[in-house]
Each structure stands twice: as structure tokens, then as C-alpha cells.
């Protein structure tokens, strides 16, 4: 019943607004056919030989980028057109609750009952991640430290630990990109980049005293990992959004 009225009210915005879920889309559609479609020609990364892994210039030495690192010739390991349907299946199930969540809070009881539920979702998943930093600190964890070559510079799900996806362990070469919870470290950037607001919000405009204080808490905890988990997109958001102080709301 829920997911129903979702999809009926999700109905009503996209007939008054066709333009924005056309341009979504579009671009949706774009992506999946010029990008995932064009990796799809390319040769799976075992049909490439040994000596033709890495790109040559016309002398036969190794094409060096900027950093110093032997380009590898690219390839696929998956179906990267299958990859973009399942992405675009999934943006499809999000479009209604992007556009009717607001829509769905119906009084400041309602937003205030959500916002100290993801306050509490953020703490949980800092937390893990806190724990995840000190099993790699500690060596539970092996990393990337002990790879060579690019490896040392690129996140792999070889290097998993506890919780999350792909993580980037690399101290020795100032490289450190952890995934927390979520399956990438860039999935975790943004969840840190979207709770540095949330907390804030609840920190300085919940009525309950206690649910101020676990709103700096929680502030406190995606400050750390903004740090320690090598997101300095998520550490400058904090500090911004430190200078827009919510409105506050009493019930």
C-alpha cells in the first residue's frame, strides 16, 4: 500500500513536471548507450595477453600518465551493458521516492521522527567504519600496502574488511580510501557528505535536548571519518554547512 501510493503520487508530479523526468532519462539513456555501450566492444581482460596488458608507444616502451603509473590497455572483466540496465532499474525504483518523500512527511512530528532515525543510521555506520579503520591499522586487515605497480593506488574488493566493498589501504604511499559501509569509497564520500548536514540539523533543531546532543555526535563521528577514511570532499561539506544554521522547530 505504501510503495502504491508512492508510484500514484510519483504519477501525479511526473505528468506536471514531464520536462525533468525527461532530461533524467535522457541522460540515464545517453549514459547507458555511449558509455556502458561502448566498453562492451571492448576485448575481456583474459583474452589480452601478457605483453599486450599495458599500452606501448611506436618504440615498444610503456605509455607512463602523469603519476608515473604504465597504462593498461583496456578491457572488460564483466558485461557493462548489463551493468548499465541493472543501474538504470535501480535509478528507476528511486525516482518515486526522490521526487514524493517530501511529500509523504506530513507534519514536523513526521520530519522530526526522520531525522533522528538517520541520526542513528549514521552513528551505526560510522561506528563499523571506525572499527574497519582499526582492523586496518592493526594489520587485521592486509590492504593494498603490500601490492605493487597501480594496484598500490586503486581500490579493490581483494581488500575488503568487516564491512563495505572495495577499499584503498596504501599508508606507505599517503593512499588511504575506505568504503565504510557501502560497496565504494566514493558511496561513502557522499553518505558522509549527505549526514554532515542531517546532523547538523538535528543537532541544532530537534526539541529534545538528548537528540541534540546525538546530533553533535554524529557530527563529531563523520568529522572523524571524513579524516581517517580519506574523504576531504565530506570534511569541507562539514565545515560548510556549520555556517547555515537550520530553523528550529518545537513540537
Excluded at 548499465?84 to 514524493?100: E, N, Q
Excluded at 553533535?216 to 563523520?222: C, H, P, Q, T
Amino acid at each position: 500500500m505504501f510503495y502504491k501510493q508512492i508510484l500514484r503520487m510519483g504519477g501525479k508530479l511526473f505528468l506536471g513536471n514531464h520536462l525533468t523526468l525527461v532530461l533524467l532519462a535522457t541522460c540515464a539513456l545517453l549514459t547507458l548507450f555511449f558509455v556502458n555501450g561502448a566498453k562492451q566492444f571492448l576485448p575481456t581482460c583474459d583474452s589480452i595477453s601478457y605483453d599486450d596488458r599495458y599500452l606501448r608507444d611506436a618504440n615498444g616502451e610503456w605509455i607512463l600518465s602523469a603519476d608515473g603509473i604504465v597504462i593498461r590497455t583496456p578491457c572488460k572483466n564483466s558485461i557493462p551493458f548489463a551493468q548499465g540496465i541493472l543501474g538504470l532499474k535501480v535509478l528507476a525504483g528511486y525516482i518515486p521516492l526522490i521526487f514524493c518523500a517530501y511529500y509523504l512527511i506530513n507534519d514536523k512530528k513526521q520530519l522530526l521522527f526522520l531525522g533522528r532515525l538517520l541520526v542513528v543510521i549514521a552513528i551505526i555506520c560510522c561506528g563499523l567504519a571506525l572499527i574497519q579503520f582499526w582492523m586496518f591499522k592493526t594489520g587485521r586487515c592486509q590492504g593494498t600496502d603490500h601490492l605493487a605497480g597501480e594496484l598500490l593506488f586503486k581500490p579493490t574488493i581483494k581488500a575488503r574488511c568487516l564491512v563495505g566493498g572495495s577499499a584503498l589501504y596504501s599508508p606507505s604511499q599517503g593512499q588511504i580510501r575506505m568504503p565504510g559501509t557501502f560497496v565504494s569509497p566514493w558511496h561513502w564520500g557522499w553518505f558522509l557528505v549527505a549526514n554532515a548536514a542531517i546532523c547538523f540539523s538535528v543537532a541544532f533543531s530537534d526539541s529534545a535536548f538528548f537528540w541534540r546532543n546525538c546530533g553533535l555526535f554524529g557530527m563529531a563521528m563523520v568529522f572523524i571519518n571524513a579524516v581517517i577514511c580519506g574523504q576531504r570532499l565530506a570534511l569541507a561539506l562539514v565545515q560548510l554547512s556549520k555556517n547555515n544554521p537550520p530553523v528550529t522547530y518545537d513540537l
